[in-house]
């Protein structure tokens, strides 16, 4: 198993900014950072917490592929939500990508996300098998 670290961008002004990688990969583990529903520095869905959680997870998708992973290979997400009454509609949209896989999960209820705008953030852990 290689231990070689592998640091993912996608590009996003605030990942020197801030000195974080869109994803990282050590061995078979591969750990995306927490992800919102922004392109460009522009808020995607805005209003739109089911429109959002579904670019994030395609977000999340492309940092795994570069990683050389897959959705079926994430283990766990984590769930940030500035109004845990949208639930539903957040769960609806994971449910489409990961109802077969079903990782571990949580969903918790923040205060405010970095941006104006943003109404849910996605962190995702994968883990490759042999």
Known sequence: MSTNRQNI???????????YSR????????EVSGTAS???????GANDVYAQT???IKKIETALIEAGA????????????ID???????????????SEIKPATSMVEVKALVLPGLLVEIEATAFLQN
């Open 23 to 30: 994803a990282v990969k050590i061995g078979n583990l591969i």
């Open 84 to 98: 845990i009454s949208n639930q539903n509609e957040v769960g609806r949209a994971h449910a489409e990508y990961f």
């Open 38 to 44: 922004v392109d460009g520095g522009k808020v995607i």
């Open 9 to 19: 961008s996608s590009n996003a002004k605030w990942e020197d900014m801030f000195g």
């Open 54 to 56: 579904k670019f994030i």
């Open 70 to 81: 897959k959705l079926t290979d994430v283990i766990r997400t984590r769930i940030y939500i």
